[in-house]
């Protein structure tokens, strides 16, 4: 017998709906690339939205044709989340950051038909276009006074005209929910990137399950500060949970310094941002010399890489700030786990509640996770074995985008290449990446953990472990600094720093100082060209 309730299937169409409908006169502000505040509502946006839906009826475009955007985080890439998915077509956000032969292949790989671009990436595409076979409307994301002449990308045309000639009189479609809706590249760390695809039913679950108050804890009464970008994987779902929520949404643009980032946390009184730790690192490091406070500031979700202790103390000891510590990935939509306390946690002192902060958190419901060893046995959720991280759920992907790469599923599970520990509250530790784990002597080294330690040294702007090559133990850590601006510290006293915090043979054999540790794309160190930059260095003694 089936259930008698009506059947409407989960679109992100109906998101903004909603966000219209029920919330209108929310705001949605904007820091501009032209340096400018742009301020409106939902209701405004979700018109604009549905121009940007006639105005791809009117290019012809058919369903789950794909979109594509070069672009910051801003209230026109907003429309075009909603303008592009909701009107069947997907949305393929390109990560900017990555080499122009990377975006090349993939808006390639992707069969991308439209790329709309902020006009800070008119360069960019000016040396891509030509590349990019399946591409036939440029469109650069401003009014029509601001079009670049002579720009040598064919048929340009600005979006305020593009929008311009449409009425948003629009209904929109209604398909299964299961059709694709956006998608993104990994980072591609190794070999061609892969894509995963969302759907507009995963995306939805996502945004329902991101606004839990375990999770985001995301209501109608936040201004939400994004500074995760929104061209990867989908600034970890706030464009749909804001207006699931109606929240306030306050859109950086490409202005992400500390100053700037403070600045608008102020003025527009934000409660929540999110991000990833070098932004938060820039921000604090804006603040601290200036005595600067919050004032409305209550939480951030940090993620993207391990958020240092140090950071996590800082936001909560300084400036009163609760973080949210979050892991996930690309092919996760992207959340997994976040950091929040149980009931039973409120009468643990304080250093004890910290303990469990720095932890990427517990599974939020729609992710199921289990680590196990090398013939895929599950092991035990003690806190201390550690094991390969496997999840599944309605947000984790299947298979990627043209079956790249094959079946990547285990009876099930996929497999997300993270080491960590599962403690018997059921909260998650990532150690490493599986292909940085440092084996001495027969025991795994988190370079996490090295790295957590280095962090918490004032004169260490950026720490990175990784393992060398030894004659008796395999492999022994040693670590790659940085060192803060005016700042100096030494080989010994960083050795020293170790002491007490870490087992002795956990401690790294060296320190090198760099100039920069090399980063990818979404701002995570790339420690594959770390070890090429070091390819010549010897261990002392091996
Ligand atoms: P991406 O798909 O580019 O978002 O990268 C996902 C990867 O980033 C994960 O598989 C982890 O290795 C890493 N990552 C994300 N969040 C965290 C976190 N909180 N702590 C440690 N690693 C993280």
């Excluded at 009464?221 to 706030?238: K, S, Y």
């Excluded at 409660?271 to 604090?284: I, R």
């Amino acid at each position: 017998m089936l259930g008698l309730m009506q059947s409407q299937p989960l679109l992100i169409s109906g998101l903004i709906e909603f966000a219209e409908r029920h919330h209108g006169d929310a705001e949605i502000v904007s820091r501009r690339v032209e340096g400018d505040i742009h301020r409106y509502t939902y209701k405004d946006s979700a018109q604009r939205a549905r121009q940007v839906a006639q105005a791809l009826d009117a290019l012809k475009l058919d369903f789950s044709d794909r979109v594509a955007t070069l672009a910051w985080n801003g209230y026109r890439h907003f429309e075009l989340y909603y303008g592009v998915s909701g009107s069947g077509r997907v949305l393929h956000t390109i990560n900017p950051r990555l080499h122009p032969d990377q975006i090349a292949w993939i808006a390639n790989h992707a069969e991308d038909q439209v790329l709309c671009f902020d006009l800070s990436f008119l360069p960019l595409v000016q040396t891509v276009h030509a590349r990019c076979s399946t591409i036939k409307h440029f469109i650069a994301l401003c009014d029509e006074d601001k079009l670049p002449k002579d720009s040598g990308i064919p048929h340009l045309i600005s979006y305020e005209r593009w929008l311009g000639e449409q009425s948003g009189i629009y209904a929109w479609p209604s398909f299964d929910e299961n059709s694709a809706s956006s998608m993104c590249y990994t980072s591609g760390t190794t070999g061609n990137p892969k894509a995963a695809l969302y759907s507009h039913r995963s995306s939805t679950l996502h945004a329902y399950a991101a606004a839990l108050p375990d999770v985001m804890c995301i209501s109608a009464r936040d201004a939400i500060l994004p500074v995760v970008p929104m061209f990867h994987v989908n600034a970890w779902g706030i464009p749909y949970s804001a207006a699931l929520t109606g929240a306030k949404l306050v859109f950086p643009g490409p202005a992400l310094d500390g100053k700037s980032v403070y600045e608008l946390i102020e003025a527009e009184k934000v409660t929540f941002a999110a991000g990833v730790p070098t932004v938060w690192q820039m921000m604090l490091g804006h603040m601290k010399p200036a005595g600067l406070r919050f004032s409305t500031l209550k939480r951030t979700v940090i993620g993207g890489s391990a958020c240092p202790p140090a950071m996590i103390r800082a936001f909560n000891e300084d400036y009163g700030v609760e973080v949210l510590h979050a892991w996930g990935m690309t092919e996760m939509s992207p959340l997994g786990t976040l950091c929040t306390l149980k009931n039973k946690h409120d009468a643990l002192p304080e250093v004890e509640k910290m303990k469990i902060r720095l932890k990427q958190g517990r599974a939020i419901y729609g992710v199921d996770m289990k680590i196990v060893d090398a013939a895929g046995k599950e092991l035990p959720w003690d806190g201390k074995t550690s094991g390969n991280l496997y999840v599944k759920g309605p947000w984790i992907v299947r298979e990627y985008f043209k079956s790249e790469g094959g079946d990547p599923l285990v009876d099930g599970w996929f497999p997300t290449g993270d080491v960590g520990t599962i403690d018997a509250d059921g909260y998650l530790q990532i150690t490493d990446r599986s292909k940085d784990v440092i084996k001495s002597g027969g025991e795994w080294i988190s370079s996490i953990e090295v790295e957590n330690i280095a962090m918490a040294h004032p004169a260490v702007a950026m720490a990175a472990c990784i393992g060398m090559r030894h004659p008796k133990w395999d492999e022994r850590p040693i670590l790659a600094v940085v060192k803060k601006p005016g700042m100096d510290t030494s080989r010994e006293e960083l050795m020293r720093f170790y002491e007490g915090k870490t087992a002795k043979w956990q401690i790294p054999d060296d320190v090198v100082f760099v100039d920069a540790i090399p980063l990818g794309a979404t701002g995570k160190m790339l420690k594959t060209k770390l070890r090429e930059m070091l390819k010549d260095y010897r261990l002392p003694g091996a």
